[in-house]
């Protein structure tokens, strides 16, 4: 709870920051913007010690667990660079940018995820 509350203060600390200097000099309201993310993320990375035990304790009690977690992780991680990635390029009005960004994160996760896809479909087809 204590991280979260710090994180948003940083972010609408940028975002104030940002708006004021935006008008006079928009590619160091862009830097800023980067430089807010950088430590709200290095300020949550706290917590993927405790994510990664979780995926150990998992993968201890099944077997062929890397499998179903790592595509999830993986897609997770995609999920959250293709979000911020995307809203840096709409915030310096490269809208088309960030479109491609979207693309290529969509793809990344179908292509991170097919392996989960295809245990999923043996299991189907070994219970018929």
Same mark, same amino acid.
């Given at each position: 709870?204590?991280?979260?509350?710090?994180?948003?203060?940083?972010?609408?600390?940028s975002?104030?920051?940002?708006l004021i200097?935006?008008?006079? =000099?928009?590619?160091?309201s862009?830097?800023?913007?980067?430089?807010a993310i950088?430590?709200?993320?290095?300020?949550a990375?706290?917590?993927?010690?405790a994510?990664?035990?979780l995926?150990?304790?998992? @993968? =201890?009690?099944?077997?062929?667990?890397?499998?179903?977690?790592t595509?999830v992780? @993986?897609?997770?991680?995609?999920?959250?660079v293709? @979000?911020?990635?995307?809203?840096?390029?709409?915030?310096?009005s490269?809208?088309?940018?960030?479109?491609?960004?979207?693309?290529?994160?969509?793809?990344?996760?179908?292509?991170v995820s097919?392996p989960?896809?295809?245990?999923m479909?043996k299991?189907?087809?070994?219970?018929?």
């Amino acid at each position: 709870m204590d991280i979260i509350i710090k994180c948003s203060a940083i972010a609408l600390l940028s975002c104030l920051i940002c708006l004021i200097i935006k008008r006079t =000099n928009p590619e160091m309201s862009v830097v800023l913007s980067a430089g807010a993310i950088v430590i709200i993320i290095s300020a949550a990375m706290s917590f993927a010690s405790a994510l990664i035990q979780l995926a150990a304790a998992v @993968k =201890n009690i099944s077997e062929g667990a890397d499998v179903l977690i790592t595509p999830v992780l @993986k897609c997770v991680g995609i999920g959250a660079v293709t @979000k911020i990635t995307t809203e840096l390029c709409r915030d310096s009005s490269q809208s088309s940018a960030a479109a491609a960004v979207d693309m290529a994160g969509t793809l990344c996760a179908i292509a991170v995820s097919m392996p989960l896809i295809m245990s999923m479909l043996k299991m189907i087809g070994g219970m018929t």
